[in-house]
């Protein structure tokens, strides 16, 4: 009766030990924020996330710079601003950062997995600019980057390429819906 209490208490406490270090479901892959609370992070800087191919990336690289961070997809009416985006690179490089944040929380429109949306963007628009993993921008599950992003600018994404521009100081953030060119954006920056 010993041998089966212990073992009892054994699995009991192995049950306990594995449930304190399961993963937050809240949390995604693409960034590293899952033990600080994002609405008290100063700048964007304070964020790692993890880019296309998975490896890690300190957005603290990026200081100093303007950044716009966009939520994409490669199903939706608005891809065809990944052209638009790509050029805003070209053109602008010196001016801005553009930063693609693959989601598929607007209708099932980024179902592939990192790799075919690396591909699609290469193959159709030629995208260099810098792609992260596939996260949630929205709900429950929405990545801390983007839960920052939202509270900093008063507003969340609507729909795929809403844009979120953050300003050199990586505290100041204004919003532009999807509607909004990326071109038009930083011509006005």
Known sequence: MR???????????????????????????????????????????????KDIDGNDVDLSKYKGKKIMIVNVASKC??????????????KYSDKITILG??????????????????????????????????????????????TWLAEKADEEPTWNFCKYIVGEDGKTVDFYNSRMNP???VEKL
């Open 183 to 185: 071109m038009e954006i």
């Open 101 to 146: 944040f693959p989601a598929n929380n607007f209708g099932g429109q980024e179902p592939g997995s990192n790799q075919e949306i690396k591909e699609f963007c290469s193959a159709k628009f030629g995208v260099d600019f810098e792609m992260f993993s596939k996260i949630s921008v929205k709900g429950s599950d929405r990545d801390p980057l983007y």
């Open 3 to 49: 041998i089966i209490l212990f073992n009892l208490f054994i699995l009991s406490s192995l049950i306990l030990v594995a449930a304190g270090c399961s993963n937050n479901p809240k949390t995604s892959d693409a960034s590293d924020m899952s033990t600080t609370n994002p609405t008290s992070v100063e700048t964007v800087y304070e964020f790692k996330v």
């Open 77 to 90: 009416g608005f891809t065809p601003q990944y052209e638009d985006l790509q050029n805003v690179k070209e």
